[in-house]
């Protein structure tokens, strides 16, 4: 891809990302738990989709649509998520919140990073999708604790 094309890719994330906030709320209306499992389901389907784009320029460009929709609004759903299953403090709730999501983001790098450099970028969609299916399993046991 063309630094162009990145750059485009990059805008085309941001102002998807406006829509986003406004769906992310509507769904996260629906409830937390059922904001964060489709959130996550989300995150596997891009994995899916990633796998089998081929590098076509205009499957990425749809790929990066449904991944700003998808991104976007997780901030706000994890904070929601931490006032809903915990009894810390809002504020509290929302450092934590950023503070993690950026630790994930450090993790999901830095393992994305090992994946790519010792089997090739081809298996970097089957990581995102263990690390989808292992924040299933821990938001299935997180609600069943709160039950």
Do not use: C, D, H
């Amino acid at each position: 891809m063309s630094g162009l094309m990145v750059g485009n890719m990059i805008l085309l994330f941001g102002v998807v990302g406006v829509a986003a906030m406004y769906l992310g709320g509507k769904i996260l209306n629906r409830g937390v738990i059922y904001s964060n499992v489709i959130y996550t389901i989300g995150a596997l389907f891009i994995a899916v989709l990633l796998y089998v784009s081929n590098s076509n320029p205009y499957i990425t460009s749809v790929i990066v649509i449904l991944w700003s929709l998808i991104y976007t609004p997780v901030y706000l759903n994890v904070t929601a998520f931490l006032q809903k299953t915990t009894t810390i403090s809002f504020e509290l709730g929302s450092s934590l919140s950023t503070s993690f999501g950026n630790l994930g983001i450090a993790i999901g790098t830095f393992m994305g990073g090992k994946v790519i450099s010792n089997y090739g970028i081809q298996y970097l969609p089957w990581m995102m999708a263990v690390f989808a299916v292992i924040s299933l399993v821990l938001m299935y046991f997180v609600a069943k604790s709160n039950k």
